[in-house]
């Protein structure tokens, strides 16, 4: 059973109200209460929300700073009537492109090299094999690799590690941008590489590659075979450090004079790559691959062909016949 409160400054009948009576029960009162929200406060344990009182949705400043940043990365080709478009050509064959800009747009097309990696295709260690590809995730500690197929080819460098050469690498998640592909922290990285893969090849504008042209490295193998959620790898660091890898190649042939060709072909990797653009209309555009494409055979950038007497060399060489990829860049 509760009690009522005494009064702040206890009187009797007949008492006078003075000036200072008056002036201390306001001071009094104002002391009681502030004592009480004192208490109130230090009673309070926790509070809805109280951990994430420095976060925005989850996100810490400077994980909020970077997935603006990389949002607005993702939406400048778009404001800017910008197309990144990848396409197989082959010989003589006329391939068509509706843009939908509604103008002549500037054409440029780029010959996505094929280099060598090691795709995994299972968790064990044998599920693994050399091969040559135009796409490839990896993680970025992931800079070489031994052959599988014969110790005698050497190393496959994913990033040159000389330091006189930048490497081909674009992150992971930007891509995952680009292409629109949703997710939480709830997502496995399994999941998200599928849906990934599926809007890349995604019509009608962009061709579908064959499966033997893209892959992932043996650490997307083990990741995803442990279904790690995109917030298990946040927190172990590793969401940043997942890459995308493609190497477009523009490729212009200069006259050269008998005596300069030899020394300019020794120190330059041989490739061709004769594509024809045409403008039909304001919202359409053509490719035509005039001749069969000629791939580079050695280059500062990318690792050297392994010995011909090895099952991928020649797969290179199928590969190849069977069209030119490209990356093609479109500007309103």
Request: glycine share 6%.
């Amino acid at each position: 059973m509760s009690t009522a409160p005494g009064p702040y400054v206890k009187t009797s009948d007949g008492d006078l109200i003075t000036a200072n009576l008056f002036n201390g029960v306001q001071s009094t009162i104002r002391q009681d209460i502030g004592d009480q929200i004192k208490q109130a406060i230090s009673g309070i344990k926790a509070v809805d929300q109280a951990g994430d009182s420095a976060k925005l949705g989850g996100k810490t400043p400077k994980e909020l700073e970077e997935a603006i940043l990389q949002r607005v990365l993702s939406e400048i080709p778009k404001q800017r009537d910008h197309r990144m478009i990848f396409k197989r050509l082959t010989k003589d064959n006329e391939k068509v492109i509706e843009h939908n800009l509604y103008r002549c747009p500037l054409i440029d097309v780029y010959q996505l090299d094929y280099f060598p990696v090691i795709c995994a295709t299972g968790e064990g260690k044998d599920d693994r094999r050399d091969a040559y590809v135009n796409f490839y995730l990896y993680h970025s500690r992931e800079n070489s690799f031994k052959s599988v197929a014969s110790p005698s080819v050497g190393t496959f460098e994913i990033e040159p590690t000389d330091g006189r050469h930048r490497p081909f690498r674009i992150p992971f998640t930007q891509m995952l941008q680009l292409y629109n592909v949703p997710f939480t922290d709830s997502s496995s990285l399994e999941d998200l590489e599928t849906e990934f893969w599926k809007k890349l090849f995604e019509g009608p504008t962009n061709d579908e590659f064959d499966e033997d042209q893209y892959c992932h490295s043996p650490w997307f193998e083990k990741c995803c075979g442990e279904q790690r959620t995109v917030g298990t790898l946040k927190s172990r660091g590793n969401w940043n450090d997942m890459m995308f890898q493609m190497r477009p190649r523009k490729v212009a042939r200069f006259p050269q004079t008998p005596d300069q060709q030899a020394a300019v072909l020794e120190a330059l990797p041989s490739a061709r790559a004769d594509v024809m653009a045409m403008h039909f209309d304001f919202n359409s555009i053509g490719l035509r691959l005039l001749a069969e494409p000629v791939y580079p055979t050695a280059t500062a950038v990318a690792p050297a062909l392994p010995d011909p007497s090895l099952n991928i060399a020649p797969n290179l060489s199928a590969a190849a016949k069977r069209g030119n990829k490209v990356m093609v860049l479109l500007k309103g």
